[in-house]
């Protein structure tokens, strides 16, 4: 027989911190402030189907796996097969844990209708199975699933509840820390009064209905000799196992990016200070039904993809091939980055789980797809209506988590049309987003058109006008504002002020040009004439300059005529006279 | 065998109160296959073997084996028939396996509990 050294000794339960074993199971060691009390029995009690025996599983597993504690499983209701079934879907393989002897398995089976009952016995039986069990893999940890079961085997219930007395205190006396299952009973937190032999801790699992949605709950009734968390928390059974949701655990430290991201809408990221999101931030897109919510978000997500990083959006009002056809109408393929990996689509029904249940969902989806870029469409439907009490929490503890992981988030949410409920129904949650962006029908002449404005942004500079949304077959995107006067023009409105103004525009262009065609034609017309002038002019010069010359040739004539006669008549010279004079008298 | 009746108990005479058994009741191929689970030489322990003799003797003389089993000594084998209480009494054959527990000394229940009709 295999029996390797014995287990540790009863941790000193004076200790002044309590001694304390590490469930493992996310959230539940924050609010037991770090586990079960090592060395003693801790009773977990719930009705059928709140989860007991998943927590005591994990509680074992983990034990094995991350904190180097062996354990014994022994169980009472399940088989073998069907716990090693049950956790196999939680990525555990009992079978080898097994063979590794981390974990050992016993399955107590009492047939009642095979069972007589004459005189005197114990239990003997039990305690040599669980301490060979303990033995034959140096057990730390121990779980019993459910003991309870005993009860309707074993008719004598006096011996039955001696021997129980007995177990738990000789569990102590072997040092291991104990898991005792127990049904949640009518009046008393067990149905066989098991809360009386264990004193030390007391967890309570319960499993509610509240308006056809069940959510897990647990609850620490009783930790003795440490402070704990008294609330409830509600916990899950995710695709990881289970998890614990402490509201109060998470606090505001996550650290806050400078850096900007795009929207992939590009008037939008004008508006938003010309750069867009600040990454890591949560945005909230908030409109009535066809204002285009979807369409922001797959821009979002398409710009993500464009930057080479990963995006999930979870779409809960479509399938992931209706948003991609839905999506490439206007233009945005998001097919290819599927299929690249970059983009994942997680498409479900909400109400199908409970609120907490989807948060795990998404929190695992999160942890292992690692995107930089979260977009939920719509997060109204996370809930039945009119349960913004539960939504509030449970969204700050997702919205936290995103910062927390630096993820850029954006949430849609549908409001109904009518304008006055649009900021009531959103006040919960608005608080919470850093950028909230509101996309709304104006209806006027006829016609519906749709408006974006940004009613906060935190920490950047933002446009607070109104600018028409437009989808195209080649994405989304905002029309600038147009202004006419002092009326920001949309739909029609702005489309015949276009063209009106554009018709205005030529007419005055054409009206340009024919002034200007005008005034060179004057301009030919004066030159023309001016030449005509000049060439009067020279005309005029060159007639002058002839009837000088003739004359003054003329004039020479004549005074050589006279100086001839003078000379043969031997007569002075006249006195010089006026030219002129000889002139005249010549051209007389 | 009226000598391990002292209620203290003796760990070291389970593996002779066994043998004793078997030499005793040769088992060729015994009509009636018992086995008797115990934990250590108990008062209560050695009660059930006398009393499991006794009706064994009156009802079933010459067509049944005993096999005791101390689980001290072998505790792997409490699993196998799913022993929770001792002393427990199973019945290997006739089939279906019957488990009386307890320490036999009502003789009618355990003529109830392994099915065996009375010898008048």
């Given at each position: 027989?295999?029996?390797?050294?014995?287990?540790?000794?009863?941790?000193?339960?004076?200790?002044?911190?309590?001694?304390?074993?590490?469930?493992?199971?996310?959230?539940?060691?924050?609010?037991?402030?770090?586990?079960?009390?090592?060395?003693?029995?801790?009773?977990?009690?719930?009705?059928?189907?709140?989860?007991?025996?998943?927590?005591?599983?994990?509680?074992?597993?983990?034990?094995?796996?991350?904190?180097?504690?062996?354990?014994?499983?022994?169980?009472?209701?399940?088989?073998?097969?069907?716990?090693?079934?049950?956790?196999?879907?939680?990525?555990?393989?009992?079978?080898?844990?097994?063979?590794?002897?981390?974990?050992?398995?016993?399955?107590?089976?009492?047939?009642?209708?095979?069972?007589?009952?004459?005189?005197?016995?114990?239990?003997?039986?039990?305690?040599?199975?669980?301490?060979?069990?303990?033995?034959?893999?140096?057990?730390?940890?121990?779980?019993?699933?459910?003991?309870?079961?005993?009860?309707?085997?074993?008719?004598?219930?006096?011996?039955?509840?001696?021997?129980?007395?007995?177990?738990?205190?000789?569990?102590?006396?072997?040092?291991?820390?104990?898991?005792?299952?127990?049904?949640?009973?009518?009046?008393?937190?067990?149905?066989?009064?098991?809360?009386?032999?264990?004193?030390?801790?007391?967890?309570?699992?319960?499993?509610?209905?509240?308006?056809?949605?069940?959510?897990?709950?647990?609850?620490?009734?009783?930790?003795?000799?440490?402070?704990?968390?008294?609330?409830?928390?509600?916990?899950?059974?995710?695709?990881?196992?289970?998890?614990?949701?402490?509201?109060?655990?998470?606090?505001?430290?996550?650290?806050?990016?400078?850096?900007?991201?795009?929207?992939?809408?590009?008037?939008?990221?004008?508006?938003?200070?010309?750069?867009?999101?600040?990454?890591?931030?949560?945005?909230?897109?908030?409109?009535?039904?066809?204002?285009?919510?979807?369409?922001?978000?797959?821009?979002?997500?398409?710009?993500?993809?464009?930057?080479?990083?990963?995006?999930?959006?979870?779409?809960?009002?479509?399938?992931?091939?209706?948003?991609?056809?839905?999506?490439?109408?206007?233009?945005?393929?998001?097919?290819?980055?599927?299929?690249?990996?970059?983009?994942?689509?997680?498409?479900?029904?909400?109400?199908?789980?409970?609120?907490?249940?989807?948060?795990?969902?998404?929190?695992?989806?999160?942890?292992?797809?690692?995107?930089?870029?979260?977009?939920?469409?719509?997060?109204?439907?996370?809930?039945?209506?009119?349960?913004?009490?539960?939504?509030?929490?449970?969204?700050?503890?997702?919205?936290?988590?995103?910062?927390?992981?630096?993820?850029?988030?954006?949430?849609?949410?549908?409001?109904?049309?009518?304008?006055?409920?649009?900021?009531?129904?959103?006040?919960?949650?608005?608080?919470?987003?850093?950028?909230?962006?509101?996309?709304?029908?104006?209806?006027?002449?006829?016609?519906?058109?749709?408006?974006?404005?940004?009613?906060?942004?935190?920490?950047?500079?933002?446009?607070?006008?109104?600018?028409?949304?437009?989808m195209s077959d080649h994405g989304v995107d905002l029309v600038d504002v147009y202004l006419s006067g002092d009326r920001v023009l949309t739909g029609t409105a702005r489309i015949s002020q276009v063209a009106q103004e554009a018709a205005a525009g030529e007419l005055r262009r054409r009206d340009h040009e024919r002034r200007l065609k005008e005034l060179a034609n004057h301009r030919k017309a004066i030159d023309a004439q001016i030449a005509a002038?000049?060439?009067?002019?020279?005309?005029?010069?060159?007639?002058?300059?002839?009837?000088?010359?003739?004359?003054?040739?003329?004039?020479?004539?004549?005074?050589?005529?006279?100086?001839?006669?003078?000379?043969?008549?031997?007569?002075?010279?006249?006195?010089?006279?006026?030219?002129?004079a000889p002139l005249r008298k010549g051209a007389k | 065998m009226s000598a391990h009746k002292s209620p203290s108990k003796a760990r070291a005479g389970a593996a002779g109160l066994a043998e004793k058994a078997l030499h005793e009741e040769q088992p060729e191929v015994a009509e009636w296959q018992l086995r008797l689970y115990i934990a250590g030489q108990t008062a209560k322990s050695m009660a059930a073997f006398e009393n499991l003799k006794r009706?064994?003797?009156?009802?079933?003389?010459?067509?049944?084996?005993?096999?005791?089993?101390?689980?001290?000594?072998?505790?792997?084998?409490?699993?196998?028939?799913?022993?929770?209480?001792?002393?427990?009494?199973?019945?290997?054959?006739?089939?279906?396996?019957?488990?009386?527990?307890?320490?036999?000394?009502?003789?009618?229940?355990?003529?109830?509990?392994?099915?065996?009709?009375?010898?008048?």
């Amino acid at each position: 027989m295999a029996r390797p050294k014995k287990p540790a000794k009863t941790a000193p339960s004076e200790a002044p911190t309590l001694p304390k074993a590490p469930t493992g199971i996310q959230g539940l060691d924050e609010i037991t402030g770090g586990g079960l009390p090592r060395g003693r029995p801790t009773l977990l009690c719930g009705s059928a189907g709140s989860g007991k025996t998943m927590v005591a599983a994990e509680f074992l597993v983990h034990g094995a796996l991350q904190y180097d504690e062996p354990g014994v499983f022994m169980m009472f209701e399940e088989s073998a097969e069907e716990l090693a079934q049950n956790l196999k879907s939680l990525g555990v393989d009992l079978d080898k844990l097994q063979r590794q002897g981390k974990i050992a398995i016993d399955h107590v089976h009492i047939e009642r209708s095979e069972i007589q009952e004459t005189g005197e016995y114990d239990l003997e039986g039990l305690f040599i199975r669980l301490g060979h069990a303990i033995d034959s893999i140096a057990a730390k940890r121990v779980v019993l699933d459910t003991i309870e079961a005993l009860f309707s085997g074993l008719p004598n219930h006096a011996v039955l509840r001696a021997e129980l007395r007995r177990l738990f205190r000789w569990l102590k006396d072997r040092g291991v820390t104990a898991v005792i299952t127990g049904e949640r009973g009518e009046t008393a937190l067990t149905r066989y009064g098991l809360e009386e032999y264990v004193a030390d801790c007391v967890i309570l699992l319960d499993h509610r209905i509240v308006d056809q949605v069940s959510t897990r709950r647990l609850r620490v009734v009783k930790y003795r000799g440490t402070e704990h968390g008294t609330n409830e928390y509600p916990f899950l059974i995710g695709r990881d196992g289970i998890s614990v949701l402490p509201i109060t655990s998470l606090r505001l430290d996550h650290q806050a990016s400078s850096e900007r991201v795009s929207t992939g809408i590009d008037g939008l990221d004008d508006m938003l200070g010309g750069s867009g999101l600040y990454r890591g931030s949560s945005t909230l897109v908030s409109g009535a039904p066809g204002t285009g919510k979807s369409s922001v978000g797959a821009s979002f997500v398409d710009a993500a993809c464009r930057r080479g990083e990963r995006a999930l959006l979870f779409a809960y009002e479509e399938s992931p091939s209706q948003v991609l056809r839905n999506m490439s109408s206007i233009g945005l393929d998001l097919e290819p980055w599927r299929r690249k990996g970059l983009l994942h689509i997680d498409a479900s029904r909400p109400t199908l789980h409970g609120l907490e249940q989807h948060l795990v969902h998404m929190y695992d989806l999160v942890r292992d797809f690692k995107p930089s870029v979260v977009v939920v469409d719509p997060i109204s439907n996370l809930t039945m209506d009119k349960e913004d009490r539960l939504l509030k929490p449970a969204l700050m503890r997702l919205i936290d988590y995103l910062k927390q992981q630096g993820v850029t988030a954006l949430f849609t949410s549908l409001t109904s049309d009518m304008a006055s409920d649009v900021a009531d129904s959103q006040v919960g949650v608005s608080s919470l987003m850093d950028t909230w962006i509101l996309l709304s029908n104006v209806a006027a002449n006829g016609e519906r058109t749709r408006t974006l404005q940004v009613l906060k942004s935190r920490g950047m500079p933002h446009s607070h006008q109104v600018r028409e949304f437009v989808m195209s077959d080649h994405g989304v995107d905002l029309v600038d504002v147009y202004l006419s006067g002092d009326r920001v023009l949309t739909g029609t409105a702005r489309i015949s002020q276009v063209a009106q103004e554009a018709a205005a525009g030529e007419l005055r262009r054409r009206d340009h040009e024919r002034r200007l065609k005008e005034l060179a034609n004057h301009r030919k017309a004066i030159d023309a004439q001016i030449a005509a002038l000049n060439a009067q002019a020279d005309e005029r010069a060159g007639e002058v300059a002839f009837a000088i010359e003739r004359e003054r040739l003329t004039a020479e004539g004549v005074s050589s005529r006279s100086r001839s006669m003078a000379q043969s008549r031997d007569v002075p010279p006249p006195r010089p006279r006026p030219r002129a004079a000889p002139l005249r008298k010549g051209a007389k | 065998m009226s000598a391990h009746k002292s209620p203290s108990k003796a760990r070291a005479g389970a593996a002779g109160l066994a043998e004793k058994a078997l030499h005793e009741e040769q088992p060729e191929v015994a009509e009636w296959q018992l086995r008797l689970y115990i934990a250590g030489q108990t008062a209560k322990s050695m009660a059930a073997f006398e009393n499991l003799k006794r009706v064994c003797e009156t009802h079933l003389a010459g067509r049944y084996s005993i096999e005791v089993v101390d689980l001290l000594v072998n505790p792997r084998l409490a699993a196998g028939d799913q022993i929770l209480a001792v002393p427990t009494l199973v019945r290997k054959f006739p089939e279906p396996i019957r488990k009386i527990i307890g320490d036999l000394s009502n003789e009618e229940r355990v003529l109830v509990g392994l099915d065996v009709r009375p010898r008048r």
